[in-house]
């Protein structure tokens, strides 16, 4: 079984920075990929970005593209995500995502956290 535990969010004003981790309990965490996704108020749920088991792959949605750094230590059993450059429009929650069960690039994982709510004024 894998828990995952999400931090990092908050209030920040447009056009600052977060750093959301993603701390994860479970023997196989080193053989999963792993994502974000996230989920504004009153719409549905989006993939943000992705990294392979390794780190070598990452895939990123168009909308963070240029903005966002995904991240993943093994060895600490954590995931990061950097986000600068923050809009108004990347306010929601935000999911930490574990084991594809096809694309990385998508929300169809086996595991989720409770996700972490991150807020950006105007």
């Known amino acids: 079984q894998v828990q995952l535990v999400e931090s990092g969010g908050g209030l920040v004003l447009a056009g600052g920075s977060l750093r959301l981790s993603c701390a994860v309990s479970?023997?196989?965490?080193?053989?999963?990929?792993m994502g974000w996704s996230r989920q504004a108020s009153g719409k549905e749920r989006e993939f943000v970005a992705a990294?392979?088991?390794?780190?070598?792959?990452?895939y990123y949605a168009d909308s963070v593209k240029g903005r966002a750094t995904i991240s993943r230590d093994n060895a600490k059993n954590t995931m990061y995500l950097q986000m600068d450059s923050l809009k108004p429009e990347d306010t929601a929650l935000y999911y930490c995502?574990?084991?594809?069960?096809?694309?990385?690039?998508?929300?169809?994982?086996?595991?989720w956290g409770q996700g972490t709510q991150v807020t950006v004024s105007a």
């Open positions: 995502t574990a084991d594809a069960k096809g694309s990385l690039a998508s929300n169809d994982y086996n595991y």
């Open positions: 479970g023997n196989t965490y080193r053989t999963y990929a």
């Open positions: 990294i392979s088991w390794n780190g070598v792959r990452k």
